[in-house]
Each structure stands twice: as C-alpha cells, then as structure tokens.
T-cell receptor
C-alpha cells in the first residue's frame, strides 16, 4: 500500500514564526502536491512538484514556499506565519494509472497560528 | 479556468436511504472526473473515477456516470450505511496530474 506521512497531526505556532511541514511518500512517485483545506472552500493547491528540485506554483502560493531535495520528501515552508494561514494542510503524491492517475493523501496537519 | 461545483451540504440521511450528491464542472478539453472521500480524522482517498464520456465509475456501492452533455458527475448510492458518514469531494483532472476540487459535501448517516 502507498503510504504518505506528514510530520505532525497538530501544530500550534505564533505569528511571524517560520514553519516547516514535512511530507514523505514511500512509493517512488514523481509528482507531489501541497493543499490547504478550509470549510466551504474545498482543497486549494498551494504548490506541486514533478521531480526533485522542481516546483510549480499552484493556485494560492502567496506566503508559502516548498523544497524537494529528495524524491520521497516534499516540504512546505511558511516563511513568516500569519493567522490567515491557520488551516488543515494536506500532502499528496500521484501515481499514473491508465488515462487518469490517483492522488494518495497524507492524514493532514492542522496548523493553528496564534 | 477549470472549476467544480458540488451541491451544498451538509446532507443528513437515515440508514438505508438513497443518496445523491450533485457535481457539475466547467473545463476546457476532456477532463477525467473523480470522487474522493475523507473519513473523520483522515486524508482523502479515491472512491471512484471516470475518464471519458458515458463511463461509469463504481466502488463500495457508490456510482457516478460521466455526463458530457450536462457536464455532470453525480454520486449515487442506493442504500447508505452509518459507516458512509464522511466528506465527499468531486474533482477533475485536465492535465499534468493536477486536480481541481469542489467544495466538499458533508454526509451524516444516522442509524
């Protein structure tokens, strides 16, 4: 089974802190994604990566950056956390399967910024 | 741009009731369509998918048919169970493995 793990389930940080969210997948997938999930808004794509050291902006990249130094690990960085970044953060990796693949999600990190 | 619209929730049903969650989409090209489910405290997991018009995806008693003429992909189940209580997301993929998600629909099934 594909496993996607995230470093923390719950995280509380203060405004202005630098925050690192880590994601690791164990299936050698090339594509990885970071989303944030907010009630009534569904999932919104922050950043994604097609390969090591490659990154692409998603729909809401402002205030975030990412790092992909190894294929299995994709990190989301909040350079200076703000209260409007309080949210659930979900990481996913992607497996190609026929004409359309499948994204595999981690359990999520619920981040609260005070 | 691409977008997905789901019926507003939350939806509350009694066990063994019929379920429909509406989903419509706007996209250029010919997207693949998905339903993902999120059980309490977990990440999303793929429930079913369809890759071309008139395809029917099915899994765990759930079904959805890709209707190009109405740009819809409604989720149905004939008899829901308490264990189906979850949030359901409709999504589309047009290219490059990126997904566009709907807002999600919270389903609660009471015994």
């Amino acid at each position: 089974d594909v496993k996607v793990t995230q470093s923390s389930r719950y995280l509380v940080k203060r405004t202005g802190e630098k925050v690192f969210l880590e994601c690791v997948q164990d299936m050698d997938h090339e594509n990885m994604f970071w989303y944030r999930q907010d009630p009534g808004l569904g999932l919104r794509l922050i950043y994604f990566s097609y390969d090591v050291k490659m990154k692409e902006k998603g729909d809401i990249p402002e205030g975030y950056s990412v790092s992909r130094e190894k294929k299995e690990r994709f990190s989301l960085i909040l350079e200076s956390a703000s209260t409007n970044q309080t949210s659930m953060y979900l990481c996913a990796s992607y497996r190609t399967s026929g004409r359309a693949g499948e994204q595999f999600f981690g359990p999520g990190t619920r981040l609260t910024v005070l | 741009g691409d977008s997905v619209t789901q019926m507003e929730g939350p939806v509350t049903l009694s066990e063994e009731a019929f379920l429909t969650i509406n989903c419509t989409y706007t996209a250029t090209g010919y997207p693949s369509l998905f339903w993902y489910v999120q059980y309490p405290g977990e990440g999303l997991q793929l429930l079913l998918k369809a890759t071309k018009a008139d395809d029917k995806g099915s899994n765990k008693g759930f079904e959805a048919t890709y209707r190009k003429e109405t740009t819809s992909f409604h989720l149905e189940k004939g008899s829901v169970q308490v264990s189906d209580s979850a949030v359901y997301f409709c999504a589309l993929e047009t290219s490059g493995s990126r997904l566009t998600f709907g807002e999600g629909t919270q389903l609660t099934v009471n015994p």
